[in-house]
């Protein structure tokens, strides 16, 4: 016992003398920040070495629960910071009218409209793809140099910064193509951006079925295609809802593939045709905070909160989606 007690004390005074010298390096190029952080670390860490047995685990529970705390804390504060700062732009009139003055007056309605066309275009374009790529991937493909590639490009994909693909749609979509800057440019770009969100998630979901339900299907005399259409899907769809709706929400909040594809800077009227340029809620939010002088706080907090609404609505029926699914599931 006594042993034992002597040998953590040692463990814990060479822990401290490492972060003591580490905290002290940092002091010395006066990187304060760094200092504070390792100090704090090392305080929080050093009782999981002095301790032992049920305290050891309390003391770990107790600091996973602070880290989850801390994870949810950012998202409680930006809501409610949008919520305070926002709320008080919000009216009919800020909804459902154009900007007026510059864009220091009058509403969103442009912006709004232009971001909905967005949406559902890269719904149109992703799904498809998106779905059958994760069935062949998970159905169909046998391992092998192709499947890796196939993969390796999906990784990679989802890598990539978001105006990267920009300068992607501008290239193919804008010039190449002749579609010029429009709603089907920026659609298509924001569905090259989600298609490794989708791909990913629908494959996990069709993944998480157990092999027994394909074998018994074809056991009984349906072929693959079947199989896969009238058993594996309706078990998998509330995965592949889950993850198409949250990739999604993700290109709807997005500013840099828009901005080289089909943002404008400012339009009064509303699109009329897929070809035609449209305003956006991330873009508008970037145009009145930094090139629109002396506009309103308000105009920009109530876009933010709008944007957030809109993003927050999507992931709220994604998590509708997904329980009843849930719940509809008997295994």
Known sequence: ???????????????????????????????????????????????????????????????????????????????????????????????????????????????IVGTTYLVIGTLVFAVPIGLLAAIYLSEYAKPGRFTRIVRLAIVNLAGVPSVVYGLFGLGLFVMMLKLRTSILSGSLTLAVLTLPVVITAAEEALSSVPRSFREASLALGATRWQTTVKVVLPNAVSGIVTGLILGISRAAGETAPILFTVAAFYLRDLPHSIFDQAMALPYHLYVISTQVPNAPPKMQWGTALVLLIMVLGMNLVAAIIRTKFRRSKKW
């Open 1 to 111: 016992m006594a042993n034992s007690r002597i040998e953590k004390l040692k463990s814990a005074a060479g822990y401290i003398v490492f972060w003591v010298i580490a905290a002290i390096l940092c002091l010395a190029y006066h990187m304060w920040l760094p200092a504070g952080a390792i100090i704090c670390l090392g305080l929080v860490f050093l009782p999981t070495i002095l301790l032992d047995g049920l305290a050891k685990q309390k003391y770990i529970f107790t600091l996973l629960s602070f880290s989850a705390l801390f994870v949810v804390l950012p998202v409680l504060a930006i809501i409610y910071l949008l919520t305070v700062k926002g709320f008080p732009a919000m009216s009919w009139e800020f909804i459902s009218k154009p900007p007026t003055n510059m864009m220091r007056d009058g509403g969103i309605l442009p912006a």
